[in-house]
């Protein structure tokens, strides 16, 4: 059992070689079945808007975030929160918070304007996290989920800090046929 006192270290994706560490904490904690590919699609684009959070007393990470940044077809360059998940351990501590702010930060740095994810319409420590962060409610997904369940879209309207050099957004342009739109109904539907 972890002591509260342990330090909490965060650090952006490197490898594949945090690939089993992020799917096992992924797959325990959230309700969608993600193969392999999926894991792949959002880190080998998008590896500089995942972070991983260990303590100084643990090997595996204790939480991670997942996401993704495109133009959507609307014109706006919009961040995306595909995974994230604290290990039960180590909740109530701002893990979760912080691996949030900081990937919605490297966002902002490559000229996000808006983040958004969609979240189980009852989970309420989600919902309460993201509250806390800034994040609204826009709209809810009927049986958005293979649960049935529905969901909730939260949008984050950002503001572009002065003098920040705006780099360009990587990876694909928005598709929203893809399997991987936000939104859609398959397998890849996100918890963020
Ligand atoms: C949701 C989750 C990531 C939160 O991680 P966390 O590290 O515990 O979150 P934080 O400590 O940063 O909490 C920040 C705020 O969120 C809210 N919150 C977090 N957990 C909560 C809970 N169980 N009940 C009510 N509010 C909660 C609180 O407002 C909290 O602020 P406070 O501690 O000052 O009261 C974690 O519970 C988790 O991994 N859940 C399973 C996976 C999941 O649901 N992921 C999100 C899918 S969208």
């Known amino acids: 059992m972890a002591e509260y006192a342990d330090q909490v270290l965060y650090r952006q994706y490197t490898t594949e070689d945090d690939l089993p560490d992020i799917m096992e904490l992924v797959q325990s904690e959230l309700s969608e079945p993600y193969v392999i590919y999926t ?27 997942v996401s993704k ?3 959507h077809k609307s014109g706006v360059n919009r961040g995306y929160i595909a995974m994230l998940s604290v ?23 490559h000229g996000a304007e808006e983040v958004t ?10 919902l309460s996290l993201y509250a806390s962060l800034g994040f609204m409610r826009d709209k809810r997904l009927y049986r958005f989920y ?19 050099p705006e780099l360009p957004a990587t990876g694909y342009q928005s598709n929203e046929g893809s399997a991987y739109s936000e939104g859609s109904e398959s397998e890849t539907s996100s918890t963020g």
């Open 87 to 109: 290990d039960k351990r180590f909740r109530k501590r701002g893990i979760g918070s912080e691996l949030v702010r900081r990937s919605v930060q490297s966002m902002l740095l």
């Open 146 to 164: 293979m649960t049935g369940k529905d969901a909730f879209r939260l949008v984050l309207p950002l503001v572009p800090l002065p003098g920040m």
């Open 69 to 71: 940044q495109e133009i």
């Open 39 to 65: 894991y792949r699609y959002f880190l080998n684009q998008w590896p500089h808007l995942a972070y991983i959070a260990y303590t100084d007393h643990s090997t595996k990470p204790v939480g991670v975030i």
């Open 117 to 126: 994810l969609e979240t189980e319409f009852d989970n309420y420590a989600a």
